[in-house]
Structure formats: structure tokens, C-alpha cells
């Protein structure tokens, strides 16, 4: 266990994860559309020796426009430009795949990775919500059972795209006449049950082989999915015990379909509040629950249940007879994982809702870099994680807080580098490149083994 | 007419325009994979005060990746890069309304335009090819005037989009918790034969309101599509005759609709071959012409044609029972402009390879700078071009030779600006930015007049 190395990935949410960050009188209320903001952040993960930086996407426009900043500019948009202001760090992109062409999809994020030499993750999202699905002509959304079918095909003909061109396929023979072995670039003719696909992509393979798998879903069906392709997952666990069992549960199910569960880096996500007192950290804490609206959160809520506002008075529980998780066909695990929080520590609608506008259900945490430290290290090596998401309540302080308080903290115990040692995301993840399926004769490893 | 100003496109084929630039020894035959030898061209064109970049696309495997580097990063991925390296150019990508989703596409738009500042813009095409299709789930390219009328519905979607935030929603009022006036963020709801998408965008108007509408297929339909849509059109056009037909035929048409003709840029393609004397450029060129595989051209010339390779002899006449531009329903425009082209200067099938070697029916031109600045004054001021779509056979040094050789030449004849005066791409080609239908209440002056 000595060699095991702990990974931080930077989530940002533009101005903060804190849904009133844009309030407080240091933010500037329209970073979210300034790309200089997001290069200046990555500068800080990067500064901060993070393995990645990671940016949340759905095809939509999320919440009410009226309560927070909620224009998102596109995920591979920001992180192109990323990739040419940095040097090493790792550029993780939400993408969904109930609402894209593998081809297309796939193709940007092997643009991306030779953009950014090879520094490019897919965090695979199936999409919840009926708003989504309206954009894209349809009704509502497709059934959450569908969508993982979906999805898992999805990054099947995905790596299909990505290995279409076998490593040495170019030659680039000029006497010859010859730029590629044209028997190394494969049309394979993909028909399944959602998509057919000929290929090959008109991209020759990335310097990854693929961009790094990433899965942010942690329902059943999420769950399976992540054991046949995620090489990291995202996850929201509010205390070490459910922390531990997920992480568990999860290994034991990606051993189960026959992969090394020391590949599949389980990262759960952090709010830290950090103060250079505990005191400090709390005041900061406070001060944020303050400038949430309840009205606004609220509604969001009771969208989620699939409840009028008025069914949920602020100080009072959660109803009783709240749907089952089977009975949602959205966000399920986070669905269970709120109702779970608000029952547990007994909350009133307004406590739930000042939970949640801090992390959504994410493990918050107000205090000194050292206790923020202290966790982190906990989680770390009672088998809990194998890395942490890091999400600021409210940038860019928070991540410089971070970097500069808790990173070194970090690197004096060994838990973290102190430089990088590899060039690509992959390398610094502790992952293989893939090897291509059309040389080897058998497909990515997640999928060779798909019942 | 004295202020009339002549604009220039460069045309960014990665490693030049003719076929076989790749072979050439001054070449890196995989450039087209490397973001920095795209960041130098653009940076070169910035340096000749360009009005923009261009870059074609098509979402499949063009041409037999044997013959060529036929490896495309995705336009938006290479244009984002490029925005964060220059500072005024415009920067235009090719993206297909046959195989996107509209609210995809107009968000990868909108979010070039807040990277770059205002300077994105969107060639429209609908994707000629049967191979195109295989990626996408059909067994063939739609019917030519079908790809046209989904193109017509996505643009207008697209502006519904980039129209659902008013140009003041965004308040930002911290102390009122007020981040967007919601009365100002339209849900329109649009149900149509192709496309239903409820919105808004989740991206903010843009600082171009829309990118720059570039249209670049010359089919009647084509023609028709530009009239109403278009802001700029690229066309191909080898002769000075055809070049002024097409030019006053367009502009007839937009007038038809009720827009202003000079408020639609027409910009024919031009090839340069660039020598010290006429006699180095022509050297040059046929440098090139014998650096051509003259069995894959003749493959893909068979292709484009619905015949075998066997079926053209290398050194005999096309044949004389070709279809009709009416019976192809891949790309009409070029089909029938190589016809035309071979039949009316009695090409051999090997002669008129070498023709469309440099440029694929394209005006090509082997001259000095003066002879290439000569040709672009007499068709600007003939009124047969409002500008010029520069297609440099070999890069980097065919643009160099035209910016440093050419461009100097324009500005002493006082046609060209020496200094960019505007900070966008629209006020770089003089054009206004959209009113928005939601604020005004009409459509886009294009779809407000479609029949
Ligand atoms: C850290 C983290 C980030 C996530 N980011 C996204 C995202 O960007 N887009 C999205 O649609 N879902 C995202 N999700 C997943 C959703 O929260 C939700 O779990 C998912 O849509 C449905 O998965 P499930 O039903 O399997 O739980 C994220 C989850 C986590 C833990
Ligand atoms: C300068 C220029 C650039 C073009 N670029 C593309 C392109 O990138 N992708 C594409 O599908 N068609 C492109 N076209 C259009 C095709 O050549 C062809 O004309 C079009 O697919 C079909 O239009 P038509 O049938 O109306 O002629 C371009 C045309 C010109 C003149």
C-alpha cells in the first residue's frame, strides 16, 4: 500500500459549488462565461500538481435562471482552451449519451486529446430530466433502464471509432505515395440496437487511445455500468460510512466482471470550506447558507419529487409518502441519497435545502486546511477512496485555498506528488493505454467482458 | 463604390490545397494533426489583417486515407485553439445540419463566440455522401432538396436559440438575488417537419448575437438556401465568366427575398501558386501535377460520378452518358462544374486530375504576387466578387507567399485594410449584429421573408 498514490480532480462549478457563491461580494456573477476565469482556475489545479480539472454539463438549461448564473458554455469548448494555457493537467468533460452521435461525440474528444496531448476523460452521463429530453425532440426523458442501454452501446461503438485507425496505421510515405496503411484503418460496420455506425472515424487514434472513462452515476444500473467501463468515478457520499460501503460495493462488482479493481479509481466528492480556523471556516459557512433563496431551492426540490412547492413547507420534514427510487426515472441514486440525509439527521425542508446548496449531497466539510487534510487522509486509507473530487463552495478562492493550504499539507504526509511524473491523464491516473481492439483481436476490457 | 472593401478568407486545407502538397519536401505530411501548425497559419493571416479563417468538414472518411492525410480534428475543437492565440481574426467552421442536433450545434457556436470574443461563424452545409450517412444510422445521404429543408428548419431553430436570452436577461443583482430576468429567457417551444425543441439555449446571447452565417453549396437549392440565409458564400468558380453569373444571380436572388444585397459577401475560392517570376509558379505547379496518384484520383473522380475506375481511361474524354445534375444527390454544384470543365477545355480524365488537383474545380492560379493581386482587382471591381476565398495549394509557405507577396500590393492599391478597425468577425465583413426576435418581434431578417 505504500506506493499508492492519492488523486485530486478539481470540479469546477464556474463561480463556486455553493449555490449563492455568485452573491458574496468577491465573485464576479458572469465568470461563467469568461474563459479566462476557467484558464486561471486550471492554472491553480495545475499549480496545485491535480491530476485533472473536470467540468459538469447536461444539454439544458438547469434551474431557474433568475436564482444563479446558469448559462454553461460547452464542456470541450472550455476545456480546448484549457489545454492550450496548461502543460500537464488533465481535462475531464461532461458529455451526454442519450443526447449525442458517438461519432461526432467520440471524434471531439479524440480532437481533444490531440489537442491537449493526450490529456483528454469523458465523464459518460445518460441525462436525466424532461426539460433535456424536450430539446431533442422528444417528450420526456427515455426510461433510466434505457438509457444505461444506451449508454453502454454508446461507448461500445465509441471505442470502435477510437481504435479505427490502428496505432501504426500511418506511414506517411512520401516517395511512396503512401500516407496510411490503408488495411489499419478499419470500417467495421457497427448495427446495434440504438446506433449503426460504419466508420472509420476520420481521426487517426489519440495519443490515449481513448480519453480516460469517467462515470458519475451511482444508481444500480449506474453502478453496473461503471464496473464494465469506468476507469474513475464521481460519486456524492455524505458520510464515510456510505463513502466506504459504495466504495466497496463497487470494487466488489467491477472484480465480478473479471477487471482489476486497483483500474477503477473511486473519487468522491468534497465541499471544503476552508478557513484559517475552524471559527473562520464556519463564519464562511454561514454566511453562504444566508444568502441562499429557500424560496428558489425549494422549487428545484420539489421538481426532483415531483411535488408542488407548496407540498413542501420550509419548516417542516419531508413528507411521509415520498415515490420510491424504482418509481424515478431521473437522477435515482441522488434522488435516494437526499431522502436518505433529510430522514437520517432529521431535517426541516430549509436545513435540507442549506445542505444542499453547498454540495447537492456531496460531503461539505468547514474547517482548517489541516482537518480538510485530515479527512481526506482518513478516507484515503481506511479504503474509502482513491482520490477525492475536490469542489470549492466558491471559487477562485476556495481552490486556492486548497492548493496552497491543504496540497502541501498533502505532499509533507507522501500522500500526494510533490511534481508530475507523467505527460498524460492516463499517466497520471496510474491507467493504461488501451490497446486496440482491431490489432489485438479483442475489445476494451470493459467490454469483453459484458454479459 | 470608392469604399467598397475587398475581404479575404484563408482557407485553411491543413497541409494545402493540392492533393499531393503532403509529398512536397518542405511538408510535415501530419500537420493536419498538429494544433500548433493550425495556430501558425491563423497567425499568419492575422499578420496579413485577414477578415478570417476557414475550415472545411465533413463528419466521415474523406478520400482513401492512402492517398492523403485524411485525419480531421472537429473545426470548433482546432477554432477554439486558435481563438486563445490571436487576438481580431474571424474564425469559421464547417458543421453539417444533416448529422447535428440544432441545440448541440448552436451552443458549440455560441460558446466559440464568448471564447473568441465575437468572432465565430458557421459554414452551413448538408453533407454530400453515402459514407457520411453509414456513421449516422442511414443507409444513404437523404434526397439533396430534403438535406436543403432541414437545413432551412435548423437555422431558423438556431436562431430561436441564440435568441432565448435577450440581450439584457442577465441583471446579476447580488443584493436582490436576481441573477437573470426570467422574462427575458424564452421557452419557445418549437415543433417543426424536421426538428422539436422546446429551449432556451443554456448559453447566454453571444457577443456576435449569431455567428457569422456562412453558406457554401451553389445547386439551386443551394443558391435558394443562401438567398434567404446566408451572410457569406464561398463558391468555386473557374472562370471569370462563371464567376460573374453566379455572382449576379445570387445577389438577384437575395434581392428577390427583400434583403440587401450588399449585405450577402460573395467569395469565390482562388488557388495561388506564387513564384518570384511566372516562370518559378509555374514550376511549382507542375511540380505538383507530377507529384499526383493519378489511379486514386481517378478512384475517387469515378465515385463522385456513380461509375467504376475502369469505366474512365486515364487518357481518353469523360463519356458522353453522364447524368444529369438533376439524377446526383450528393454534391450537384460540383458535379456539374466538372463536367462542364472537362468538356469545355476537352480534358483527358488524366488532365482533368491534374486540374482538380490543386483545386478540386476551384480557380487555380500560378503567377507572381502582382498577376494574383492583378486577378483579384479585376473580378472585385467587375463585380465578381466581393472578396476572396485565398486556397493556398501548399501551407505554411503558400500563405506566407500570399500575405507577405500579395496582401502589401492590396493595400497600396488602397482595396485592403492595413489594420483591422473592428473587434469582430461581422464587422470585420461590415455586416450588422441580428436584432433579437424575441426583443423586436420578427425573425431574422432571412426567415422572416422565407416563402
Ligand atoms: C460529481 C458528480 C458529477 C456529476 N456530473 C453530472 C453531469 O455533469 N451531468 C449529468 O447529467 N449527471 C451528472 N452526475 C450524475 C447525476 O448526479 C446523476 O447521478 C445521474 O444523472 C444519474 O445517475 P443515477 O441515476 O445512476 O444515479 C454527476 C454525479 C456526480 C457524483
Ligand atoms: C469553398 C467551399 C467550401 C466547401 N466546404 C464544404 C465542407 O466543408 N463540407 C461540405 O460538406 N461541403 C462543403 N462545400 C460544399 C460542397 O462542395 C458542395 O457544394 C455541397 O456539399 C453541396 O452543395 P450543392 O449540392 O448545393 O452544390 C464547400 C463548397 C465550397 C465552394
Redesign the interface.
Known amino acids: 500500500m505504500t506506493d499508492r498514490r492519492l488523486h485530486l480532480n478539481a470540479f469546477l462549478m464556474p463561480i463556486g459549488h455553493h449555490e ?1 457563491a ?4 468577491e ?1 464576479d ?2 465568470a461563467n ?1 469568461d ?1 479566462q476565469h476557467y ?1 486561471s482556475l486550471a492554472r491553480t489545479a495545475e499549480r496545485g500538481r491535480f491530476d485533472s480539472v473536470f467540468l459538469a454539463d ?5 434551474a ?11 464542456p ?3 476545456l ?2 484549457i ?3 496548461t502543460e500537464r493537467i488533465g481535462l475531464i468533460g461532461t458529455a451526454s449519451t442519450t ?3 458517438p ?2 461525440l467520440a ?2 474528444f ?3 486529446d ?2 491537449s496531448g493526450g490529456r483528454a476523460g469523458w465523464n459518460i452521463v445518460t441525462t436525466a430530466g424532461d ?1 433535456a429530453a ?4 422528444l417528450d420526456g426523458v427515455p426510461a433510466h433502464k434505457s438509457r444505461y442501454a444506451r449508454a453502454a452501446e454508446f461507448v461500445e461503438v465509441s471505442t470502435k471509432l477510437w481504435d479505427s ?1 490502428e496505432d501504426d ?2 506511414v ?1 510515405d ?1 516517395e511512396a ?6 488495411a489499419k ?1 478499419h470500417t467495421f ?1 457497427h448495427e446495434g440496437e440504438f ?10 487514434r489519440s495519443p490515449q487511445g481513448y480519453p480516460l472513462l469517467v462515470q458519475a452515476g451511482s444508481s444500480e444500473n449506474g453502478k453496473d455500468f461503471a464496473a464494465l467501463y469506468a476507469e474513475a468515478i464521481f460519486t456524492a457520499q455524505p458520510t464515510f460510512e456510505e463513502g466506504k460501503a459504495f466504495y466497496d460495493d463497487v470494487k466488489d462488482r467491477v472484480g465480478k466482471v473479471g477487471r482489476d479493481p486497483r483500474q477503477v479509481l473511486i473519487l468522491p466528492g468534497i465541499v471544503p470550506v476552508i478557513g484559517d480556523t475552524e471559527k473562520e471556516a464556519r463564519e464562511l459557512d454561514a454566511e453562504l447558507a444566508r ?1 441562499i ?1 429557500p424560496e428558489y431551492a425549494r422549487r428545484q426540490l420539489a421538481e426532483r419529487f415531483g411535488l408542488r412547492p407548496e407540498q413542501l413547507p420550509l419548516d417542516e420534514p419531508l413528507p411521509e409518502n415520498l415515490p420510491s427510487e424504482d418509481e424515478i426515472e431521473g437522477a435515482k441514486s441522488r434522488y435516494t441519497l437526499i431522502v436518505q440525509l433529510a430522514r437520517r439527521e432529521n431535517l426541516t425542508v430549509r436545513q435540507l435545502i442549506e445542505r444542499l446548496g453547498g454540495g447537492r449531497g456531496h460531503r461539505t466539510f468547514a474547517g482548517t486546511a489541516e482537518q480538510v487534510a485530515d479527512t481526506i487522509e482518513h478516507w484515503f486509507h481506511s479504503g474509502a477512496a482513491d482520490g477525492f473530487n475536490i469542489m470549492p463552495a466558491v471559487l477562485p478562492s476556495g481552490l486556492e485555498k486548497f492548493v496552497d493550504g491543504v496540497v502541501p499539507i498533502l505532499q509533507e504526509r507522501g500522500l500526494f506528488r510533490t511534481e508530475y511524473t507523467e505527460a498524460t491523464l492516463r499517466g497520471h491516473y496510474g491507467l493504461p493505454r488501451p490497446e486496440n481492439q482491431f490489432t489485438v483481436g479483442r475489445a476494451f476490457v470493459g467490454l469483453a467482458t459484458q454479459p
Chains 1, 2 share one sequence.
Open positions: 449563492a455568485w452573491r458574496l461580494p465573485s456573477p458572469n462565461l474563459i484558464i447536461s444539454p439544458v438549461l438547469f431557474n435562471p433568475e436564482r444563479r448564473p446558469s448559462g454553461k458554455l460547452e470541450t469548448i472550455i480546448t482552451a489545454a492550450t494555457a443526447y449525442n452521435e461519432y461526432n471524434r471531439r479524440a480532437s481533444l490531440f489537442v426539460d424536450r430539446n431533442f425532440g485507425w496505421a500511418i506517411a512520401k505515395a503512401i500516407h496510411a496503411d490503408s484503418v460496420e446506433f449503426s455506425v460504419a466508420g472509420p472515424l476520420n481521426v487517426p444568502l433563496s
